[in-house]
């Protein structure tokens, strides 16, 4: 369910969701407790912490409710609240229940006993609860809060190498065998930074 973007018809950028991608991680390298991981992702803002720097560890924590597809056409509103809420609904029940019970938003669960208001008792818990995806910058963002994807920076300057090498491939090529045919052969790997294979392989 991890995305760096909404993934829908307007696919607005979360330009900081690499912040819960590494969280997950650390807390894996710690050896985090199960059930403090899951509260942590469910909860983790209303947990006691002892230091500034663990309640903002927490709080990352909680990118597991707020990363994931999302349907900002609808120009906000009840509707986009109650789609939002259905998809954490579904993340938290697979995830941590190993069950689907999204499908109770419209009737009960045919073969599990879930019924509707076993659903809606859930969605009263996340309805309670606000995503705030962010205020710095205001003015960059849209009406919903994400940021504008026009607002998004270039990748640094040092990647220019494997697009320059892409300008001398001959015209008419876009395979390896085309390439192949032309006499050539394949251009040596590019050294990559770690930290930007990441987001050019997902990009």
Same mark, same amino acid.
């Given at each position: 369910?991890?995305? @760096?973007?909404?993934?829908? &018809?307007?696919?607005?950028?979360? /330009?900081?969701?690499? !912040?819960?991608?590494?969280?997950?991680?650390?807390?894996?390298?710690? @050896?985090?407790?199960?059930?403090?991981?899951?509260?942590? #992702?469910?909860?983790? =803002?209303?947990?006691?912490?002892?230091?500034?720097? #663990?309640?903002?560890?927490?709080? &990352?924590?909680?990118?597991?409710?707020?990363?994931?597809?999302?349907?900002?056409?609808?120009?906000? *509103? $009840?509707?986009?609240?109650?789609?939002?809420?259905?998809? #954490?609904? @579904?993340?938290? &029940?697979?995830?941590?229940?190993?069950?689907?019970?999204?499908?109770?938003?419209?009737? =009960?669960?045919?073969? @599990?006993?879930?019924?509707?208001?076993?659903?809606?008792?859930?969605?009263?818990?996340?309805?309670?609860?606000?995503?705030?995806? *962010?205020?710095?910058?205001?003015?960059?963002?849209?009406?919903?809060?994400?940021?504008?994807? $026009?607002?998004?920076?270039?990748?640094? &300057?040092?990647? =220019?190498?494997?697009? =320059?090498?892409?300008? $001398?491939?001959?015209?008419?090529?876009?395979?390896?065998?085309?390439?192949?045919?032309?006499?050539? !052969?394949?251009? /040596?790997?590019?050294?990559? $930074?770690?930290?930007?294979?990441? *987001?050019?392989?997902?990009?």
């Amino acid at each position: 369910r991890y995305a @760096d973007s909404v993934g829908r &018809t307007w696919n607005a950028p979360f /330009p900081y969701a690499w !912040k819960y991608r590494d969280w997950v991680i650390a807390s894996f390298n710690a @050896d985090k407790p199960y059930n403090r991981f899951i509260a942590e #992702q469910i909860a983790g =803002d209303l947990l006691p912490a002892k230091t500034v720097e #663990q309640r903002r560890d927490q709080i &990352t924590g909680t990118g597991f409710l707020a990363l994931g597809s999302l349907t900002l056409n609808a120009g906000g *509103g $009840e509707p986009y609240l109650l789609d939002q809420i259905d998809d #954490q609904i @579904d993340v938290t &029940t697979r995830g941590f229940l190993g069950l689907s019970v999204a499908c109770a938003r419209c009737h =009960d669960h045919k073969y @599990d006993p879930v019924m509707q208001r076993d659903y809606y008792a859930l969605a009263g818990i996340f309805y309670s609860s606000w995503t705030y995806p *962010g205020q710095a910058h205001q003015s960059n963002h849209t009406a919903a809060g994400y940021l504008d994807p $026009e607002m998004l920076v270039s990748l640094p &300057t040092d990647l =220019d190498g494997p697009v =320059d090498r892409v300008r $001398e491939i001959p015209q008419g090529v876009h395979t390896m065998s085309d390439l192949r045919q032309f006499g050539g !052969k394949a251009p /040596p790997p590019y050294d990559l $930074e770690p930290d930007w294979v990441m *987001g050019i392989r997902e990009g």
